[in-house]
């Protein structure tokens, strides 16, 4: 085979990696758009599924390795079944599990962005631009504030603008699979 018709065959394969992931990203953004709530669900039963089978190789490793110790091994099994059982409690319940998810990841966000703006502020000493830093530290932090203050509505907003970005993104990595030109697989990935 020369080398022009491997190099063409992995032009052809890259195009066909970047746009269906283009794809893919253009219709989970619609279906976050089009159908908020289903779609959050069906993340939360993904998310369910991951946790039973999780759970299941814990219990697993607890049972089954004779090489771990007494407490490695109980608390593989421990573990294990609080994968499960918070699987499971998901499944009877992926309403209120959807709901806990996003509150419990829009604080997750919130509280990070005030530490990350902290950070920020601890390292003056250290940079040249300090008044980008300032500036950066005291968006981040009242930022996360306001995502404290009214977690449910910051959960909507940030998945509205997930939607979005997923449909903009996806867009914009489908025109780059239609006009990828060849080269390394680093220059076609990177954004």
Known sequence: ???????KKSTNAIRVVLGIGGLVAVVLGILVLVWPLKTAAIITILIAIYAVVAGLVYLGLGIFSKGLGAWARIGHIVLGALFIAAGIIAFLNPGDATLILAFIVTIFIGVSWIVEGIVALTLLGQVASK????????????AGIFILLAPLWAAALLWLFLGIALIVLGIVQVIRAFTYKGGSFGAAVAY
């Open 1 to 7: 085979m020369s080398e022009s018709s491997t190099a």
């Open 131 to 142: 008044g980008w830093t300032i500036f950066y530290a005291i968006i981040s932090i009242i």
